[in-house]
């Protein structure tokens, strides 16, 4: 069984996180994958603070384990947010889309444990010095807002960079992507892709089946030109916008509402000509629904048996 420094710290028996997806990680799959031996994890997104107190509220009636909240920084509602994450104590909280430093003595003081997940190995190093606990070093194979750099190349620089654990993210939804992250130096890995199709998840079916279904070459990153990339699923929505995207008669304030409200039309309508179809680049290697507990069970069945047949490879001279 594959045991690393992240399961101790944080009390958990499978190195994997669930990620933080904004109208998608709910209570009920966050439970599922705490109970399944995961980290489950919540995502605040732009939700209104009513909803993520009720979320958080409602997993600790599911789950006795530890569980964490998404605090999405670029949220109207950050600041609120993390005052209400600190008075519900949550085990873990992790962050995106920004850096979390003026609410990190907030949550340490909480006895939260703070994970920042950055795409950089500066704003990595700058979350150790606030106080972070891990980092999740996470490439721009993800579905959602990514960075520039791969995760090949960022998880090792990130790992020298830094003295804290380093958890993987981007392009991992197997075990061959589990033990990939363990050999580059990371003690864990973030999953969000696969966990769409978990049974726990409460997305629209249209979602699942655009998972299921999708190559590997259906994702598009759109949103460089104002400054927050994200990859989602090639849609007529995400196609529209990458053309308006490099139209220079379309202002940025018309981009940012064309796509307003877009990935809460995918994720609660299942609108496939209109929603946003938030995926990452691995989404051409899930092809099946399964319950959490499997997913996970897969993940480190299949990455035990990468690690263990690596020494094959190694001849003696």
Known sequence: MIKTPICELIGIQYPVFQGGMAWISD??????????????????????PDYVAEQVRKAKTLTDKPF???????????????ELVARETVSVVTTGAGNPSKYMKLWTDAGIKVIPVVASTGLAKLAQRSGAAAIVAEGGESGGHIGEITTMALVPQVCDAVDIPVIAAGGIGDGRGVAAAIML???GV??????LVAHECGVHQNYKDKIIAAKDIDTIATGKRLGHPVRSLKTPFSREFFAKEYDSGVPNE?????GAGALKLAAADGDLKNGCFLAGQISGLVKKEQSAQTILEEL????ETVLNGASSWIKQP
């Not at 018309?254 to 064309?258: H, K, R, S, T």
């Not at 480190?300 to 990455?303: D, I, S, T």
């Open 190 to 195: 973030q999953v969000g892709t696969r966990f």
């Open 300 to 303: 480190m069945h299949e990455a």
């Open 185 to 187: 130096g990371a003690v």
């Open 254 to 258: 018309d981009l940012e509402a064309f």
């Open 27 to 48: 209570a009920v799959l966050a439970a599922a994958v705490s109970n399944a031996g995961g980290l489950g994890i919540i995502a605040a997104g732009n939700a209104p």
């Open 68 to 82: 964490g909240v998404n605090v999405m920084l670029m949220s109207p509602y950050a600041e609120t947010i993390a």
